[in-house]
């Protein structure tokens, strides 16, 4: 069974920065994704980026272009979503997941495992 953990939530100014980590462990599929959503109090869950294990093919809404940037270590099965200029609507609890097939899933149903969520918090 796959098992996602993700850390490095916190609390940070606005501009600040935060690196969120998501290591998964179990079986480890050959070919799949991880993406990283978020959900605001309120609000749905949202996909936020993503990345292929296979080609480091990589995924970024519109509302984070340019401000996150999402990396892997394969060898450790560990992504990473670097998160710069931080914004108070940033506000969410952050999840990873793992999409056990080929491809560079954007929604939720493209996704099979889930981490537990860490929370961010963007505030002064």
């Known amino acids: 069974q796959v098992q996602l953990v993700e850390s490095g939530g916190g609390l940070v100014q606005p501009g600040g920065s935060l690196r969120l980590s998501c290591a998964a462990s179990?079986?480890?599929?050959?070919?799949?994704?991880i993406g990283w959503f978020r959900q605001a109090p309120g609000k749905e869950r949202e996909g936020v980026s993503c990345?292929?294990?296979?080609?480091?093919?990589?995924y970024y809404a519109d509302s984070v272009k340019g401000r996150f940037t999402i990396s892997r270590d394969n060898v450790k099965n560990t992504v990473f979503l670097q998160m710069n200029s931080l914004k108070p609507e940033d506000t969410a609890v952050y999840y990873c997941?793992?999409?056990?097939?080929?491809?560079?899933?954007?929604?939720?149903?493209?996704?099979?495992?889930w981490g537990q969520g860490t929370q961010v918090t963007v505030s002064s």
């Open positions: 990345i292929s294990s296979s080609d480091a093919s990589t």
């Open positions: 997941a793992l999409q056990a097939s080929y491809g560079l899933g954007s929604t939720e149903e493209d996704y099979d495992y």
């Open positions: 179990g079986f480890t599929p050959s070919y799949y994704a």
